[in-house]
Each structure stands twice: as C-alpha cells, then as structure tokens.
C-alpha cells in the first residue's frame, strides 16, 4: 500500500516534468522562430536592421517567455520538494533499527554464502571466499556439481545439447518421478535443430529413435513435430514457426536447471537469495514497530516472537500454517491444530483452556455447539 502511494508521488513528479519539458520546449521554439524570421528580414536588406531588431525585441516581450515558464516551473518544484519526504517516509533510510542481536552458527552462514556464488556460476568468486572463511574442505562437494550444471549450460547457449541429454538420459528415471517432460524437451529442440537444416532424413531417423518411449503420454505432442517434417524446407513460414524461437531454448535451459538443483536436494533459488528476498519484505512493518518502540531497545532484543504480523507473498510460503482463531498463535508441535466435532478447528491449548483440561464440555465459540473436547482429533496439514 505505501509502495503504492510512492508510485503516485513520483507519477505525479514525473508527469509535472513533462509538462514543463513541453512548455519549455514550445517556448524556446517560439523564440527560434521570431529570430530567424529577423535574421531573414536582415538579410534581405529591405529594411533597416535597427527597425528589425527593435520589431524583434516587441515580440519576445509579447511571448513573454520567462513569465509562461513560471507557472509550470513552480509546480515541478513543489511536486519535487515533496517527493524526498515520501521517500524518507516509506523507504526509511536506517534499517539498523531492526536489527536484533542474534547468534548463528558462523560455519552454516559461510557455508550458505559459499553455495550461492557456486550456484550462480559466480566460482572464482566462492572460492576466494571459502579461502577467507577458512573452510576449505568443503568447497569442492560445494563447486563440482554446479561445475558441472554451468558446462551443461553454455553448451546449451551454444546450441550444443549433446551434454544436456546425456545428463537427462542418466537421470530419467529421477525426472520421471518428478514429472518432469525435460528429456522430451531436449529431443524436442534436437529435432527441430537438425530439421530447420534441412536434413529431413536425419531428422526422421532421430524421432524413430528417440520419440518412441514418449508416445505412450505425450502423443499430441510428438504428432505436431511430426508435422514439422511437411515443412523441413521452409519450417519458419509453417504453422510451426513457433518452434523456432529462441525463448524455447531459454526455457529448457531453465528448466534444467531447476531439475539438476532438485536431485541435488536444493531449491531452485539460492537460500541466500530468498532470504534476502523475505527480508525486504517484512522489514517496512519491523522499522514501522521500532518507530513506535523508540527508547525500548532493550525490550525488542529479548522478544521470542515477532511482535507484529509480517505478511509474505505466496512464493515466501513453503509449508500450510494454521493461527487459533482463539489464541491468535500459530499452531506448533506441542500446540497442535484440532478438529471439534462441529468441523470448526482450534488450537489444543485453546481447547484444555475452555475444557479445564477435558474435564467439561465446552461451547465453540464459532457455533453454539456443546464440544466434548475427548473427540476432538488432531489435523495434520
């Protein structure tokens, strides 16, 4: 929301600067236009150039340039002088105020920053970190796999797929139970490769050999590269064209990529990276609090939970939660969701709060159902 309202502030900032450009720009012409009417005049020689020169000074006084540049000059400015303020206001500029004094494991961070630059190819760099940090041993189990991933990539960029397909081809049966089509894909781009250079012989031999295993549940699929065959002198005026475009291999690749992090047991995107990520998120709401908290430092140092709601797009949830409707805690190990008999769902303690540990029944508070908390059963998400 407040990022919203930043955006109409330096809309409106942005759209008051057009204004002025273009008042700018009309008047200037304006003047470029009365001076080389003069300039011809004088060079005509019809006239005096004293009388020409004076005609000239009448009608720059007559546009008046500096008083039709005031107006929307000083709208820019007050629209300026405010957008610092919005900034300051959203976008606070000490972070530090959140900070929280906490202790982590310094071999698990380094470990962390080090797989990040393997896992963006960023090698001489994770090296001279791991050489910094001290831990050495480990950086070859970190390095050797992406090694190995970023070959297979600028082979692909290459338009090389020979790597790539021997990687699938070993793996098959792990991209099989991920339900990943990726070895399909890469066949896919081999063909339409060797048929946009017109060899449709070769081409034919390369899906009787390669497609067949893929019929069974991709049909429709291999049937439209067969289709392709119609056209091998003249692929990119056909109805597959498409097939040709360069975005195709640019989703393979990463595609790829997101399968070879998967069977090494890591996400797609870095930890680090979506720590970052998160971070910058929930952080406006932690500043928002220590504003209000200001002088209690000490007080947010020793809290154990985030005193305020921090909201996360989806792509930062990885796992359900469930938050007692009653207690407004979100369910844990010890404190478990539970189904009562009406299908409303609190959280255990709520219901041993308002059973006396099971001793009573109990109203829901969301009906007015009797609850013999013995029945209830616990919910796994």
């Known amino acids: 929301m407040e990022l919203n309202s930043l955006k109409d502030a330096f809309d409106r900032v942005a759209k008051k600067q057009k204004l002025s450009c273009c008042k700018t720009q009309e008047v200037t ?6 001076i080389e009417k003069a300039i011809e005049v004088i060079q005509s020689r019809t006239l005096d150039y004293k009388s020409v020169l004076a005609d000239l000074k009448k009608n720059l006084h007559k546009i008046a340039p500096l008083c039709q540049l005031e107006g929307t000059q000083k709208e820019l400015n007050i629209v300026l002088s405010k957008y610092p303020k919005a900034l300051e206001k959203v976008l606070n500029p000490d972070i530090s105020k959140a900070y929280r004094n906490i202790e982590f494991d310094s071999h698990t961070v380094n470990h962390i920053i080090a797989s990040h630059f393997y896992q963006h190819g ?34 692909v960029k290459s338009r090389n797929l020979e790597l790539a397909l021997k990687w699938a081809a070993t793996n098959s049966d792990k991209l099989k139970e991920n339900g990943s089509d990726l070895q399909l894909r890469l066949h896919h781009l081999q063909f339409v490769k060797i048929l946009q250079k017109g060899r449709r012989d070769e081409a034919l031999k390369y899906a009787r050999t390669n497609f067949a ?41 990463e595609e790829l990529t997101r399968q070879f992090c998967n069977l090494l047991g890591q996400s797609y995107e870095s930890p680090l990276s979506v720590t ?70 609190l959280c255990k303690q709520s219901i041993n709060k308002m059973s006396k540990n099971g001793s009573k029944s109990f109203k829901c508070p969301y009906c007015p159902t009797d609850i013999n908390a013995t029945l209830c059963r616990q919910l796994n998400f």
């Open 213 to 253: 295993s893929f019929a069974g549940n991709h049909m429709a699929e291999v049937q439209k590269l067969m289709g392709c065959l119609l056209y091998s002198d003249r692929l990119h005026e056909s109805p597959y064209a498409r097939l040709l475009s360069p975005t195709n291999w640019d989703i393979v690749a």
């Open 276 to 345: 970052i990520a998160a971070g910058v998120q929930g952080l406006p709401p932690l500043l928002k609090f220590m504003t209000v908290m200001a002088g209690k430092k000490q007080e947010w140092q020793s809290m154990k939970q985030l005193p305020v709601p921090v909201e996360l797009d989806k792509e930062f949830q990885f796992h359900s939660i469930f938050v007692c409707p009653v207690s407004k805690e979100q369910s844990t190990d010890d404190n478990p969701p539970m189904l009562i008999s009406c299908g409303h769902v």
């Open 122 to 155: 960023l090698f001489e760099v994770g090296d001279c970190f791991i050489t910094k940090s001290g831990d050495v041993e480990s950086a070859a189990a970190m390095r050797s796999p992406f090694q190995e991933l970023y070959q297979i990539l600028e082979a």
């Open 29 to 34: 012409d304006q003047i470029v236009q009365e």
